[in-house]
Nanobody
Framework: QVHLRESGGGSVQSGGSLRLSCVLS??????????WGWFRQSPGKEREAVAA???????EYADSVKGRFTLSQDSNKETLYLQMNNLQPEDTAMYYC???????????????????WGQGTQVSVSL
């Protein structure tokens, strides 16, 4: 049973920073082809992609976060990080980690590309 555990969410003021982490556990298969990323959803809105990294370490970002958010992973693909700087109220959402073990050529910023999802961590940004 694959387990993704997110942490690092919280409440900050506009312009502040947070660092989200997603730990992958209970996964015994090869991580070579693994791809994963972050999505977010706020009340009344559809889930949207934030950033993702594929098996070749190609990284993509949503236009709304480019230049402010940085995605990274450890060398063993055990933890995925999202450094979020200059947070704005519109970044307020539940942030979810998603993973697929055979990412291949699937589009990185499409939620249907991912098989496994975490429970989410809340990010709230106030003025």
């Amino acid at each position: 049973q694959v387990h993704l555990r997110e942490s690092g969410g919280g409440s900050v003021q506009s312009g502040g920073s947070l660092r989200l982490s997603c730990v992958l556990s209970e996964y015994e298969d090869t991580r070579y082809y693994l791809g994963w990323g972050w999505f977010r959803q706020s009340p009344g809105k559809e889930r949207e992609a934030v950033a993702a990294i594929g098996s070749t370490e190609r990284t993509e970002y949503a236009d709304s976060v480019k230049g402010r958010f940085t995605l990274s992973q450890d060398s063993n693909k055990e933890t995925l990080y999202l450094q979020m700087n200059n947070l704005q109220p519109e970044d307020t959402a539940m942030y979810y980690c998603a993973m697929d073990p055979r990412m291949g050529g699937w589009p990185l910023l499409t939620s249907s590309s991912y098989k496994f999802w975490g429970q989410g961590t809340q990010v709230s940004v106030s003025l």
